[in-house]
């Protein structure tokens, strides 16, 4: 598994912006949980959002509840991160990471992931 993330830049505050997330040649629905976490700096890793392929189930966390959306992308291995009304807190950079098996009661912690793309930088401008 290798992931590619993509997408981030440089926004003013309110913008809307989409993440992406591909696994080279292999279909999501093989893992059994893609994820995004980002982190701030100085911050530790925060989660943000999953997506279960298997069961078309998607979550985000309260914090980006209402604002954020994740969703499969339109090729077979690739999800997305849908960003809106975005706000100077939401600066960082954004990993996706993924696991084989989806980790029950355990999903929002950085160190269960197998699986980690590179990172995207996302800053807002106020």
């Known amino acids: 598994v290798q992931l590619q993330a993509s997408g981030g830049g440089l926004v003013q505050a309110g913008d809307s912006l989409r993440l992406s997330c591909a696994d080279s040649?292999?279909?999501?629905?093989?893992?059994?949980?893609m994820s995004w976490f980002r982190q701030a700096p100085g911050k530790e890793r925060e989660f943000v959002a999953y997506?279960?392929?298997?069961?078309?189930?998607?979550y985000v966390a309260d914090s980006v509840k209402g604002r954020f959306a994740i969703s499969r992308g339109d090729a077979r291995n690739t999800v997305n991160l849908q960003m809106h009304s975005l706000n100077p807190e939401d600066t960082g950079v954004y990993f996706c990471?993924?696991?084989?098996?989806?980790?029950?009661?355990?999903?929002?912690?950085?160190?269960?992931?197998?699986?980690w793309g590179q990172g995207t930088l996302v800053t807002v401008s106020s």
């Open positions: 990471a993924a696991r084989d098996n989806f980790p029950v009661g355990m999903y929002s912690r950085a160190d269960i992931y197998n699986y």
């Open positions: 040649g292999r279909s999501v629905n093989t893992l059994g949980i």
């Open positions: 997506f279960r392929a298997g069961l078309n189930r998607p």
